[in-house]
């Protein structure tokens, strides 16, 4: 049975096409309405509100609370501590897989980081809950802490990122700096991050008996659901998660995190529905983070301007009880030729929380290094920066001499630098000023992700009355994954997208995998496709086997599904709707399956989106304040399923880059490991004033090999080349070189030294 949405087929499917379109939102009415129902806006019948204490030092032990004060104020039920926490069937210290990380729900007396929770009050009101929590008033056994990358030795992870070695390389790197004729040696800095989604973790969960009942807000639902049976040792037909919506998660919704445990916990406790949710200040602590690297860089270049050594090791901090290893030597496998090159990583235990993934691991702080890195060697050559890269460029994975399963990076760095103006760009620095005096530079920098596929499971139905039901269990975080992945559908279904309902954010519908690594919409979106396709094969059967359907004996030749008809492939007047062909055959529905998995194809070839980012900024000479003013990007990324929502996706991660090279910096209190700055005021991130003109252009890309659909990531490639194409651009506005982010007035105003203990570059003054 062939017909035109088969497998293989569907991604160079065009004519009658939802994917390519720039559809808004199907979900756009219902958020600005304020009508999605996140899972803090449940309210079971008779809950109670959960607040979450959390120890104000960084290492030690509990000794004592005033549980008298708290369980006497009006409204308070009841405070959960490590001597009444229900037990859990699992060890929450062990970590059973990469994907599960360890937890802090009450199993002891030790503090292992600030904002660790150490107890919750729960209550019949959440003013209730909040004064209990105060009148808790902890006392402690206080530790030395450790809080940075110099407080203990570094040792060498056993991974890094989920599953990747700590250090690679090839060639004798000693011997190609050794034949270089223009070096860099130099170390750049980024700070710790936190993920900051609009929404804060938040959980409601009812008992019944040995059935549970969670309302959260998740990136992966099928995988939490797995690790809550886990943790409850109980079966998993006996609970239920809800995620119809999320409202951001950038990393720090993946893996089941302590409060989601402790929400349930505390139901269990008091047996009522309780709801918790995290305040803003509360994300600073148990929920995971982004944790600072320091990465060194030593690149050398011959006469010719090309690259004969590269060395990248990274300096990274993790918990003193877990591990997640920021892997920020990844960008550097894959980009630039060069015969000897070493990436290494190693970490050291800091009293922190454990980090995790957040918007672009590794491939953010890694690629704002190695393109600042690599902008430096450019002018130590004077060459010009895109020059240079072009010099450097590797058709092939430089590492591993892995082809690209396809790789149109020549095109970005060409498109975009032709709608930038580019070629106008002086080679020296401090040469351009705008009509104000101030200081103009130009930058760029080389974007990079990989893309990737993971397990999915997606079911498509095929409804007696014409229209079509998809049903996949992940979320719409808010990039507008229901709308791509009705786009994909509706092709695959031969259904007009309007006559598409959509079911998802549900534990027992199909998995549709962790929303996570940009490869959202090419895995459920396979899978659905594929389910698509068993449906429409399953419909021709009937038709085609059928001596009353005029598409009778066409089993051979095929059929073509569109708009709610299946049409004979080698005679199109013949056709049926897809009402007749099931009214006649007595059924109301036809069901469809499709899986997806990691693709085979993965192991011959390397897959990645690619793109190119070219920024300008202005400098006050006098006051040293920095505007972005222009962002172009381009990008490479496959197939295009909605134009819109990824140009969307690009600005955001461009956003993103311009919070990370000027604004984004936790503060952590060196005496008690406290985020200073742990809420939306002081936590700088860019506000519209801050975000300039921002262009996306979609370069075409057919990759035959990544995936069914031929579509790549989106979500994370905007923040790798955008941080370093903005220092980059700094760089040649002033003259100034920071290799510290966020990037700050006083580091391009003052020399070396002047500002702060902290090691830092020597810088010029204006
Ligand atoms: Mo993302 S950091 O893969 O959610």
């Not at 250090?167 to 980024?190: K, L, N, R, S």
């Amino acid at each position: 049975m062939t017909h035109e949405f088969g497998i293989g087929s569907t991604a160079h499917v065009r004519h009658g096409s939802n994917a390519g379109q720039p559809l808004t939102r199907r979900d756009g009415m219902l958020k600005v309405a304020g009508t999605a129902r996140y899972a803090g806006d449940n309210h079971p019948e008779g809950m109670l509100y959960a607040v979450m204490v959390e120890s104000n030092i960084a290492r030690g032990r509990v000794t004592s609370f005033d549980l008298t004060a708290a369980k006497a104020h009006p409204g308070v039920v009841e405070v959960m501590t490590p001597k009444n926490r229900p037990s859990l069937a699992a060890d929450p210290d062990l970590r059973p897989n990469p994907f599960m990380m360890r937890l802090d729900v009450l199993q002891n007396d030790r503090v292992r980081y600030a904002r660790q929770p150490i107890a919750v009050v729960i209550a019949e009101t959440l003013e209730a809950a909040t004064e209990g929590a105060a009148l808790l008033a902890p006392r402690y056994d206080v530790e030395q802490p450790r809080l940075n990358l110099d407080s203990t030795e570094s040792f060498v992870p056993k991974v890094i990122r989920v599953m990747s070695p700590p250090e690679d390389g090839i060639g004798d790197i000693e011997a190609g700096f050794a034949a270089g004729v223009t070096h860099i040696d130099a170390t750049y800095e980024t700070p710790d991050h936190y993920h900051n989604p609009m929404e804060p973790h938040a959980v409601v969960a009812s008992w019944d008996g040995d059935r549970l009942s969670i309302d959260m807000s998740t990136q992966n639902p099928t995988f939490t659901h797995a690790q809550v049976a886990y943790m409850f040792g109980l079966p998993t037909e006996n609970i239920q998660i809800r995620s119809p919506w999320v409202g951001g998660g950038f990393g720090g919704k993946g893996m089941l995190a302590s409060p989601t445990v402790l929400g349930i916990l505390a139901a269990r406790l008091v047996d009522r529905p309780v709801k918790l949710v995290l305040r803003r200040d509360q994300m600073y602590g148990s929920v995971g983070h982004r944790a600072p690297t320091r990465q060194r860089l030593r690149l050398s270049a011959d006469d010719e301007g090309k690259l004969t050594a590269l060395d990248h090791q990274t300096l990274t901090a993790t918990s003193s009880f877990d591990e997640f290893i920021e892997p920020a030597g990844d960008a550097s496998h894959v980009l630039y030729a060069s015969p000897a090159m070493s990436i290494t990583h190693r970490a050291v235990r800091v009293d922190m929380g454990t980090p995790v993934f957040m918007r672009a691991p590794g491939e953010a702080p890694g690629s704002a290094a190695l393109e600042s890195a690599m902008d430096e060697l450019a002018w130590a050559s004077r060459i010009d920066p895109l020059d240079f890269r072009l010099r450097n460029y590797s058709e092939t994975e430089p590492l591993h001499h892995k082809p690209f399963s396809s790789k149109e990076l020549r095109e970005c760095y060409r498109q975009g630098a032709e709608r930038f103006g580019w070629s106008r760009r002086p080679l020296e620095p401090r040469r351009m000023r705008n009509d104000n005096g101030f200081l103009v530079g130009w930058g760029m920098g080389t974007a990079t992700f990989p893309a990737i596929t993971f397990q999915a499971a997606a079911r498509a139905k095929i409804l007696s009355n014409g229209t079509g039901v998809v049903e996949i269990s992940s979320a719409d975080m808010g990039q507008g994954s229901f709308t791509a992945l009705a786009q994909i559908a509706a092709d695959s279904l031969g259904l007009d997208i309007e006559q598409l309902e959509f079911h998802a954010g549900k534990s027992d519908l199909p998995d549709g995998g962790i929303e996570g690594a940009s490869a959202h919409t090419a895995t459920a979106g396979s899978a659905i496709a594929f389910a698509g396709d068993d449906a429409i094969g399953k419909l021709a059967e009937l038709a085609t086997g059928d001596e009353n359907s005029p598409l009778f004996g066409a089993g051979n030749t095929g059929v073509i599904a569109r708009a709610g008809r299946l049409y004979r492939r080698d005679d199109e007047n013949r056709s049926e709707s897809y009402a007749d062909i099931m009214a006649r055959a007595g059924t109301t529905m036809i069901e469809g399956n499709g899986t997806c998995g990691p693709n085979p194809a993965a192991k011959s070839f390397s897959m990645h989106s690619h793109g190119a980012v070219f920024a300008e900024v202005t400098v006050d000479p006098d006051l040293g304040q920095v505007r972005v003013t222009r962002l172009v990007g381009a990008f490479a990324a496959g197939r295009v399923i909605n134009p819109r929502l990824v140009r969307s996706q690009y600005y955001g991660g461009m956003i993103w880059g311009i919070s990370f090279a000027l604004h984004e910096e936790a503060i952590v209190d060196r005496r008690t490991g406290m985020i200073i700055n742990a809420d939306l005021a002081e936590y700088r991130i860019p506000v519209n004033a801050d975000v300039p003109s921002i262009e996306a252009i979609l370069i075409e890309e057919h990759d035959p090999y990544v995936n069914a659909l031929g579509t790549k990531g989106v979500g994370e490639i905007g923040i790798t080349g955008t941080v370093g194409a903005i220092a980059n651009a700094i760089w040649h506005a002033t003259g100034v070189r920071v290799r510290r982010f966020p990037i700050r007035i006083e580091d391009i105003i003052l020399p070396h030294g002047q500002v702060s203990s902290m090691e830092r570059p020597q810088s010029n003054t204006l």
